[in-house]
C-alpha cells in the first residue's frame, strides 16, 4: 500500500517510523516532513492548506491510506474536500470531518457538546462582543483563579488563567475587543478552574467503535517544575502511574463511551483520533479539552508502546472495520525528552548544527523541527528533536533516554531535566503512605 502522512513535526516523524514496520506499507510520503521523515520514507513539498494539491498528489501516487496529522487541515475541511471529490471519495482518510473537528476547533461547540452528553467538565459560559456586559458581570461572581479560553484554534496559546478579577476583566476585553488572539477569540469561553493533575488519554475510533491507545502526561511548560510560559510540548512519558484500571474505567464509562454516543447521535462520522485532555480531580477525570488528532510529543510516546500492526489499526479506522483489528500494547515504560531552540517559545535562531546524531544507540531519536543540507542536519524549528527511550520502569527509561541528550548538541539547545519526576515523587509517596 501507498501510503501518504501529511504534517512535518515529531508526531509524523513517529508515525512514520512505526508505520514503515509494517509489512503493509509500500511507498511512504510525508508531505512536507522534516529531515527525519525524510531518512524514512520519501518528503514531498506538499501544502497542508491546499487540498486539490494534495487531491492531484494523491491520485499521481495512487496512495492507498492518507494519515492527517495536525488539527488545521482537519479544522478546514481536508475530509470534507475528499468526501465531495470524486476521483479521492474512496480512499481511506484517517481524521474527522470539519464539524467533527470542532471539538477541537470550538471550545464553545465542545463545551455545549459535553453540557448535552453528561460528560464531566467545568463550568463554564461563553461570550462574543456583543455580550460584553454580561460577560464582565459574569467575571464578577466567579471564584479565583478563573480561566479565560480563546473558542478557535489558537496554537495552544489560547487558554489564559487569571488570578484577579482586574486581570481577567482586562483579557477577556482584550481577547474580544481587541482581537487578542485573533478571529480565535471572537469568542470567549469562560470557565471554572480545576486543580489537579493532567492526563491525556487517545483514542482511536472508526465511528461506531473504539480502541483506547496508552495513556501519556505531558509537560507544557518550559521551565522546570512547569515554571514559564506554555510550549507545543517538552516531553512526555507513558503509561501514567495514577491512571489505574479504577480511574480508566471512570475515563471509558463517564467520558469515552458518552462521546462516541454523542458523536453518533449528532451523527457525526468520526474516524480518526480523538485526544482527551484530561484532569485528575481527587481521582475523578474531568475533560478540559478535546483535541481531533494525536498530541505531540505524546505520540512519541504513546505509538511506541504499540506493539501490534500500525496500519490495520489506521485502516480499520478510516474503513469502519475497526472491531476486527487487535491492539497489542508494550507493557514497557516510555518517555521522551524534547530538545529545543534556545530562545524557544520566544524567538529563535534557525539552521544551526546539530552534532552527535550518529552515536549509536537504541533509542528513538525523533525529528521535529529539522532540516538537511549537504548531508548536516540542522535546526529548522523550536522544538527540534524529542528523545524517546523504554524502561522496565519510569527510571530506568528517563536515564537511558537523558543518556542520548546529553550525546547530541547545538549552540544553545535547552532540554528539561525534570521530565516524569513529579509523576516519580507521587508513586514514592504512595509508597511511603502505604508503607506507614
Ligand atoms: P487547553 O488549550 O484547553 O488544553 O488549555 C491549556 C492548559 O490550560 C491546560 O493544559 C491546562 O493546564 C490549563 N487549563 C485549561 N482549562 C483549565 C481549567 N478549567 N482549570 C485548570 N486549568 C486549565
Ligand atoms: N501535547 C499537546 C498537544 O499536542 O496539543
Known amino acids: 500500500m501507498n501510503i501518504l502522512i501529511l504534517g512535518s513535526g515529531g508526531r509524523e516523524h513517529t508515525f512514520a517510523w512505526k508505520i514503515k514496520q509494517s509489512p503493509k506499507c509500500g511507498r511512504l510520503y510525508i508531505g512536507p516532513g522534516n529531515a527525519g521523515t525524510g531518512l524514512i520514507g520519501e518528503n ?40 465531495q471529490r470524486d476521483d479521492i471519495r474512496n480512499v481511506p482518510l484517517v481524521g474527522p470531518d470539519k464539524k467533527g473537528a470542532m471539538l477541537e476547533s470550538s471550545k464553545d461547540f465542545a463545551k455545549q457538546f459535553m453540557v448535552k452528553y453528561g460528560i464531566p467538565t467545568a463550568d463554564y459560559a461563553t461570550f462574543d462582543r ?30 489564559v488563567i487569571c488570578n484577579s478579577l482586574e486581570e481577567a476583566d482586562k483579557i477577556f476585553k482584550e481577547m474580544l475587543l481587541e482581537s487578542k488572539f485573533g478571529k480565535a477569540s471572537a469568542k470567549v469561553v469562560v470557565e471554572e478552574f480545576l486543580s489537579g493533575v493532567e492526563i491525556s488519554v487517545f483514542i482511536v475510533t472508526d465511528g461506531n467503535t473504539y480502541k483506547i491507545l496508552p495513556s501519556a502526561k505531558d509537560y507544557k511548560r518550559i521551565g522546570e517544575n512547569d515554571s514559564g510560559p506554555n510550549t507545543g510540548g517538552m516531553g512526555a512519558v507513558s503509561p501514567v502511574p495514577f491512571a489505574d484500571d479504577t480511574f480508566m474505567k471512570k475515563v471509558e ?16 462520522d468520526y ?90 544507540t537504541e533509542n528513538l531519536i525523533f525529528h521535529a523541527g529539522t532540516s538537511s543540507q549537504d548531508g548536516h542536519i540542522l535546526t529548522n524549528g523550536g522544538r527540534v528533536l524529542a528523545i524517546t527511550a523504554f524502561g522496565n520502569n519510569l527510571t530506568d527509561a528517563l536515564d537511558l533516554a537523558y543518556d542520548t541528550v546529553d550525546q547530541i548538541e547545538w549552540k544553545d539547545v535547552y532540554y528539561r531535566k525534570d521530565i516524569g519526576q513529579d509523576l516519580l515523587a507521587m508513586v514514592n509517596k504512595t509508597v511511603e503512605t502505604s508503607a506507614e
Open 271 to 360: 474516524k480518526g483520533f480523538i485526544f482527551l485532555g484530561l484532569i485528575n480531580v481527587n481521582g475523578e477525570p474531568m475533560v478540559i479539552e478535546y483535541n481531533a488528532r494525536m498530541g505531540d510529543p505524546e505520540t512519541q510516546v504513546v505509538f511506541p508502546r504499540i506493539s501490534s500492526d500500525l496500519v490495520d489499526m489506521l485502516l480499520g479506522c478510516a474503513q469502519g472495520t475497526l472491531d476486527q483489528i487487535e491492539l497489542s500494547i508494550d507493557s514497557r515504560s516510555a518517555c521522551t525528552v524534547v530538545m529545543v531552540s534556545g530562545g524557544y517559545p520566544g524567538s529563535y535562531p534557525k539552521g544551526l548544527t546539530i552534532k552527535g546524531l550518529d552515536t549509536p
Open 130 to 159: 456583543s455580550q460584553l456586559e454580561q460577560g464582565l458581570d459574569y467575571l464578577k461572581r466567579q471564584n479565583l483563579p478563573i480561566v479565560l479560553k480563546a473558542d478557535g484554534l489558537a496554537a495552544g496559546k489560547g487558554v
Open 44 to 83: 514531498v513539498p506538499l501544502d497542508l492548506m491546499s487540498f486539490p494539491e494534495i487531491g492531484d498528489f494523491v491520485i499521481s501516487k495512487n496512495i492507498d491510506l492518507v494519515i492527517v496529522g495536525p488539527e488545521v487541515p482537519l479544522a478546514l475541511g481536508i475530509k470534507d474536500y475528499f468526501k
Open 253 to 268: 464509562e463517564h467520558i469515552i463511551m458518552p462521546t462516541i454516543n454523542g458523536l453518533k447521535t449528532e451523527q457525526i
